[in-house]
């Protein structure tokens, strides 16, 4: 199974804010602390991440997520769920941020081979101070 497009099928981006590609753990924490569920953080922005987590494990509606070694956990919500896929959105960004922009789920795999076969420029920006608290190797 190939990576999720992360274009729309007139090449233009779906998400608010960009997204960095990485390869984490992270842990899934509900019903007050009591259940986990184990992940791996496959993209990550200002606003929400995609997730790895098995198929059979249901998850809830709004959880905490622990990111990496991370002590402190961040506020989400599930977004959409596709198999092995989920695509969430943090709470903790600032209300107005959440409430002109939520992200759509990826076109079905169908619609993604169809989509833009090209090459897509990545343009480097600042990371948003949000993102910057949660990787300590970017603090100054």
């Known amino acids: 199974m190939g990576a999720l497009p992360e274009l729309e099928p007139d090449g233009s981006e779906r ?3 960009p997204r960095m590609r990485t390869l984490k753990r992270a842990k899934i924490i ?3 602390g009591f259940s986990t569920f184990d992940c791996i953080l496959r993209n990550i922005s200002a606003t929400g991440a995609l997730l790895t987590i098995d198929e059979a494990a249901h998850l809830p509606k709004q959880f905490e997520i622990r990111i990496g070694e991370e002590r402190d956990e961040r506020p989400a919500k ?4 596709r198999g ?7 709470l903790d960004i600032a209300a107005d941020d959440d409430d002109h922009h939520d992200e759509a789920p990826p076109p079905r795999h169908e619609q993604a081979e169809a989509a833009a076969p090209g090459i897509r420029r990545i343009e480097p920006e600042v990371l948003p101070p949000s993102l910057v ?8």
Do not use: D
């Not at 599930?78 to 769920?81: E, P, T």
């Open 133 to 140: 608290r949660l990787m300590p190797w970017a603090r100054p």
């Open 78 to 81: 599930l977004v959409y769920r």
């Open 15 to 17: 998400r608010v804010a």
């Open 84 to 90: 092995m896929f989920a695509g969430i959105r943090f």
């Open 30 to 32: 509900f019903n007050g």
